[in-house]
């Protein structure tokens, strides 16, 4: 059984906030790299999500949402080092910071229930 095609409307809403972030970040160096990992990261995951919903078998939809789960972790690292360095205040970046980490505990979810069945 395939989870609901909800997550598939939830993470292309985070990809898009974050494309919306990027923009207001600083023109220095540092925040340009930072921003354009956190961007590619952040459009992954959804990218690779939507690969998971349409694999062909359940070992495909395990690996993918896997790749979901790496790259969402890995917004989340950018995400902080954006907030620690004081590249982007912290109260900007909250709320995608609560959303990543709500979709990583969503993706962890589907993993261990996806390989218990």
């Not at 909800?6 to 919306?20: E, G, I, M, P, S």
């Not at 354009?36 to 998971?52: D, H, M, P, V």
């Not at 949402?65 to 004081?86: I, M, N, P, V």
Request: proline share 5%; charged share 30%; hydrophobic share 40%.
């Amino acid at each position: 059984m395939k989870p609901p095609a909800d997550l598939r409307v939830r993470t292309k809403d985070f990809a898009l906030r974050v494309v919306r972030l990027f923009p207001s970040l600083p023109r220095s160096g540092e925040a340009q790299v930072l921003g354009r990992q956190l961007l590619r990261s952040a459009t992954s995951i959804g990218a690779n999500y939507r690969e998971a919903y349409r694999g062909r078998s359940k070992a495909e939809f395990v690996a993918k949402c896997g790749d979901a789960l790496r790259e969402a972790e890995e917004t989340a690292y950018w995400l902080e080092l954006l907030a620690d360095a004081q590249i982007a205040s912290p109260s900007e970046l909250q709320p995608l910071r609560q959303e990543c980490d709500e979709l990583i505990a969503i993706l962890v979810t589907i993993l261990k229930r996806s390989k218990q069945s």
